[in-house]
């Protein structure tokens, strides 16, 4: 069955970085987009960036551009998102989800990144 | 980029009672292919969300027939039948026509 599985997460302080991947399984990895959703503590979803399938399209949010990086290793079945000079308000659970024609059918568990001194 | 709009944000139901969603988007989410990407979300506490609904009114494998989702243009909904315990979360639209994709604000569906 199809399986994205998150990790890299954890308690980093502010202005740190830090490189979350999502693993894919079940599936043919290099056919689909994948996403990066985020969701702070109590709030909603936050759409952060996609990547295409070959890598060769990439899109962010407004507010991350500059300081996230997505990127894939097909090899790997693997997409990455680093994440540099960290703020408080970046603290949420990231979730990684993969996109089928204007939908995202299959989401990971999510990985919880908290920033904080 | 496309805003999407919910109400209610909140919304306490009996159970066996029916529920309904609203949904609005500030663009037309007619794609140039003919179709209209908006998908339903659920997220029960703790866990991630799930779909339910895509291209409006397609429902996922495994959800129950009380859910349906109907609309066009700008205007959308969710309905459900007849609410369970199990269907207590936040239910989210999100449109996929226009990049970036985005997500409506939720709805927390409780029981009264």
């Known amino acids: 069955q199809v399986q994205l599985v998150e990790s890299g997460g954890g308690v980093v302080q502010p202005e740190r970085s830090l490189r979350l991947s999502c693993a894919g399984s079940?599936?043919?990895?290099?056919?689909?987009?994948i996403h990066w959703v985020r969701q702070a503590p109590g709030k909603g979803l936050e759409w952060v960036a996609l990547i295409w399938s070959d890598g060769s399209r990439i899109h962010y949010v407004d507010s991350v551009k500059g300081r996230f990086t997505i990127s894939r290793d097909n090899s790997k079945n693997t997409v990455y998102l680093e994440i540099n000079s960290l703020r408080v308000e970046d603290t949420a659970v990231y979730y990684c989800?993969?996109?089928?024609?204007?939908?995202?059918?299959?989401w990971g568990q999510g990985i919880l990144v908290t920033v904080s001194s | 980029d496309v805003v999407m709009t919910q109400s209610p944000l909140s919304l306490p139901v009996t159970l066996g009672q029916p529920a309904s969603i609203s949904c609005k988007s500030s663009q037309s989410l007619l794609h140039g292919d003919g179709n209209t990407y908006l998908n339903w979300y659920q997220q029960r506490p703790g866990q991630s969300p799930r779909r339910l609904i895509y291209?409006?009114?397609d429902r996922d494998s495994g959800v129950p027939d009380r859910f349906s989702g109907s609309g066009s243009g700008t205007d959308f909904t969710l309905d459900i039948s007849r609410v369970e315990a199990g269907d207590i979360g936040v239910y989210y639209c999100m449109q996929g026509t226009h990049w970036p994709y985005s997500f409506g604000p939720g709805t927390k569906l409780e029981i009264k």
């Open positions: 079940g599936f043919s990895f290099t056919s689909y987009h």
């Open positions: 989800a993969r996109d089928f024609r204007g939908s995202l059918d299959h």
């Open positions: 291209k409006v009114s």
